[in-house]
């Protein structure tokens, strides 16, 4: 099962991530921040709350948005750490 393991935040609706096969790099989620419950995170004070969710183990934010980490990690592609 793949989990986000690290988030850090790196700007304007931009993430790093780390997940659980390995993978990590920077995300745009600029273009899916649409909806009510994605909508307030265009407030940067509220896109910077961010966290890893212990129980869901992916990202969430305190107004209830998560993003299933299988999404994400699309959003990254073939991004691996160099071995």
Same mark, same amino acid.
């Given at each position: 099962?793949?989990? +986000?393991?690290? +988030?850090k935040v790196r700007g304007?609706?931009?993430?790093?991530?780390? %997940?659980?096969? *390995?993978?990590? *790099?920077?995300? =745009?989620? *600029?273009?899916?921040?649409?909806?009510?419950? %994605?909508?307030?995170?265009r407030d940067p004070s509220? %896109?910077?709350a961010v966290h890893v =969710?212990?129980?869901?183990?992916?990202?969430?934010?305190?107004? /209830?948005? =998560? %993003?299933?980490?299988?999404?994400?990690?699309?959003?990254? /592609? =073939?991004?691996?750490?160099?071995?």
């Open positions: 099962m793949l989990n +986000v393991c690290d +988030v304007a609706y931009r993430l790093w991530l780390r %997940f659980s096969d *390995g993978a990590e *790099g920077e995300i =745009d989620l *600029g273009q899916q921040l649409t909806g009510p419950i %994605f909508q307030p995170l509220a %896109f910077a =969710d212990p129980e869901i183990r992916t990202i969430a934010w305190p107004n /209830g948005a =998560d %993003f299933a980490p299988e999404f994400l990690r699309s959003l990254l /592609g =073939d991004n691996k750490p160099a071995s």
